[in-house]
């Protein structure tokens, strides 16, 4: 590539149209079956050759027997989701959502819900999203996408809901525990959440931040000193961030409990903006106020 032409790649990043020139600049060596062409397509996108990609992917759909075109026709169009050229995966999931076949599987339906959702057409991506829950239902990863999307919506009850059955298929999934937490936090359910937060922190013990939800719901419960615990443990999880130390010198403030918030003041005092805005959001969830 002419040092030129590597400076605009640099500029415009990965997804230059510059750069992937060159990967079709040389004959391009397909494989011998639809199955080949998929393989080498993904190769190709792990090594930044997307448009390289692309035509192996197009390939593949050419090679494939008609019953099974529905698999590599999904491929082709995740690929161009993943390079977001959005209105070409769009045509590819529609083309067979439209055909009069009977559908072997629920992708296209999912890949036009996320196609939807990125566009901000959360209603229509809603109701892809239950199709493809006909064809999988199942499938715990689509209930909680579902889930995901009308929460997002304000549509917390419905969302429960999704969130409830998901676990019922994979009940050990950390995530899955967090979310539901979540939406009953949304849904003002405080110490119901707390189970939910229980079985979370359990899952994923390490993680900090499962940990500050917690906190959360314990505080709004009335479960203040489980709160403090909470937090301590995920400052002991994470002992470089400040956050938690202004965290914990509100709540044992708002406690009457001096000295020790006093204790927590000079790891509170090197909060930069960003931390100061996320304390200001969860004081502001656990209703203790502004900072």
Request: hydrophobic share 35%.
């Amino acid at each position: 590539m002419k040092p030129e032409l590597a400076k605009i790649a640099e500029l415009f990043g990965s997804g230059d149209i510059v750069i992937e020139s060159d990967d079709v600049s040389k004959p391009v060596k397909y494989g011998k079956t639809a199955s080949e062409s998929v393989t080498i397509g993904r190769a190709c996108f792990e090594t930044g050759q997307h448009q390289l990609a692309i035509l192996h992917f197009q390939k593949a759909v050419e090679q494939a027997p008609e019953n099974e075109k529905e698999v590599f026709i999904c491929e082709l169009a995740g690929a161009y989701a993943l390079i977001d050229q959005l209105p070409k995966a769009y045509r590819q999931y529609l083309q067979i959502v439209k055909s009069d076949e009977s559908h072997t599987t629920s992708e296209p339906y999912l890949g036009l819900a996320e196609i939807y959702h990125r566009s901000g057409r959360n209603r229509d991506a809603i109701d892809r999203l239950s199709h493809a829950i006909d064809f999988e239902p199942n499938n715990p990863d689509l209930h909680i996408k579902l889930g995901e999307i009308l929460r997002e919506t304000g549509h917390n009850e419905r969302a429960y809901l999704e969130v409830k059955k998901a676990l019922e298929l994979k009940p050990d999934e950390a995530y899955f525990n967090l979310l539901g937490g979540e939406i009953l936090l949304s849904l003002d359910e405080p110490s119901k959440a707390l189970g939910y937060f229980r079985a979370a922190v359990e899952l994923s013990p390490g993680d900090d931040y499962y940990y500050l939800r917690t906190s959360i719901a314990f505080w709004r419960a009335g479960k203040r000193p489980e709160a403090i615990r909470s937090i301590r443990l995920a400052s002991e999880l994470d002992p470089d961030k400040n956050l938690y130390h202004g965290l914990l010198e509100a709540l044992l403030t708002e406690m009457n409990l001096v000295a020790e918030a006093d204790q927590e003041s000079s790891r509170a005092d090197q909060m930069d903006d960003y931390d100061h805005n996320r304390l200001k959001k969860v004081l502001t969830e656990m209703g203790v106020g502004e900072v």
